[in-house]
């Protein structure tokens, strides 16, 4: 498993993001490898300062605000 501090790990999940137009938590984990609490933890910062948003779809991803995922999602 790979160690980032809380700083690197949002800029990789942001960085992840910007590759796709949703993802689910654990895609981002496997793909970054690293646990997925830490990126639930990461996430949950990440949506608090506005800088991803949740999408829900009959289940909940991550997008960033204004990308594709939340197309039709409104």
């Keep these: 498993m790979a160690e980032y501090t809380q700083e690197e790990l949002s800029a990789k999940i942001l960085e992840f993001l910007g590759t796709k137009d949703k993802a689910k938590n654990k895609e981002v984990a496997t793909a970054l490898g690293v646990k997925k ?4 933890k990461a996430v949950n910062d990440l949506a608090k300062e506005g800088k991803i948003e949740f999408l ?6 991550i ?12």
């Design 37 to 40: 609490r830490d990126i639930d």
């Design 56 to 61: 829900y779809l009959g289940t909940s991803y």
């Design 63 to 74: 997008c960033l605000p204004g990308s594709k995922g939340t197309a039709g999602a409104e």
